[in-house]
């Protein structure tokens, strides 16, 4: 089997006082191994909701979250990227990345603590701030230490939602390709919520394209071109327009 996850008819709604919000209805959905799919959607159609419940942030009320093996999300292993890096401001860079292994591998020696955090710290090019705390690192940095951190429990889909979206242009390209490295490197499987149809289409091989709430699954778009990709070639751009008019018709 090469699926690492299946949603199988995801429904999720949301109560307060005498109001009902029905965030997602009945979403279906197979990612499969090195995949770096994208959902997207209008704003507040519940794409943040999918991945809360796949990482057992939020409890479904109805349908599965199902591994590789077919059985329930409790034996999946993921990790989340935030978009807010939520690094602990305390705690150094190695520190950070070192956090959630000691909770992982709480037995291991701090030889191999040690050694796991270096092998991270120079995958995300962090080698030389490995003793910096988080208030001396830019917003791309920071971002590349909660990616670190995330891998360090070596997850079998890493879950992002919205991870660049409070980056400039330039930085959010940087680690848009630092992404595709990481992925060819340790075939790494990405579930990336993005509003952004460039960074999509720049990223993906296959983008999931949620309707307004109730969210149900609209289409699912293969992106077949060749990587590097070249956003300023004709087809890329029909692709993106085509990308943006299905999102913004939120039908």
Same mark, same amino acid.
């Given at each position: ?6 949603? @199988? ?12 919000? #029905?965030? $997602? ?6 990612? *499969? ?27 479904? @009320? ?6 590789? @093996? ?8 993921? !990790? ?7 690094? &602990? ?22 030889? %191999? =603590? ?9 995958? =995300? ?17 920071? %971002? ?7 891998? !360090? ?10 991870? &660049?979206?409070?980056?400039?242009? &330039?930085?959010? *390209? ?25 960074? !999509?289409?720049?990223?993906?091989? #296959? ?13 699912? $778009? ?17 692709? =993106?327009? @085509? ?9």
């Amino acid at each position: 089997m090469n699926e690492v996850l299946v949603l @199988d008819s995801l429904s999720k709604q949301f109560i307060e006082g005498d109001s009902v919000c #029905r965030a $997602i209805d009945s979403v279906s959905l197979t990612i *499969r191994k090195k995949e770096i799919v994208c959902l997207m959607g209008p704003s507040g159609c519940g794409k943040s909701t999918v991945l809360r419940i796949i990482s057992r942030l939020e409890n479904a @009320d109805s349908g599965q979250v199902l591994g590789s @093996d077919g059985l329930y999300s409790e034996r999946l292993r993921s !990790a989340m990227v935030f978009q807010d890096h939520g690094l &602990f401001p305390w705690l150094s860079v190695r520190e950070n990345i070192s956090y959630g292994l000691n909770m992982k591998v709480r037995f291991s020696s701090k030889e %191999q =603590v040690n050694k796991k955090v270096s092998e991270l710290l120079t995958l =995300v090019r962090m080698e030389e701030f490995a003793n910096s705390l988080p208030h001396h690192l830019s917003g791309g940095m920071k %971002q590349r230490v909660a990616v670190a951190r995330a891998l !360090a429990v070596e997850p079998e889909i890493l879950l992002m939602d919205e991870p &660049f979206s409070a980056l400039d242009t &330039f930085t959010r *390209r940087e680690l848009q390709d630092e992404v595709l490295r990481i992925r060819n490197q340790l075939n790494t499987t990405f579930f990336i919520v993005t509003h952004n149809p460039e960074e !999509a289409v720049y990223l993906a091989d #296959r983008i999931v394209i949620l309707t307004q709430r109730p969210a149900v699954v609209r289409k699912e $778009i293969p992106v077949t071109f060749e990587f590097p990709r070249n956003m300023a070639d004709p087809s890329v751009i029909a692709l =993106v327009q @085509d990308v943006t008019r299905l999102v913004a018709s939120g039908q």
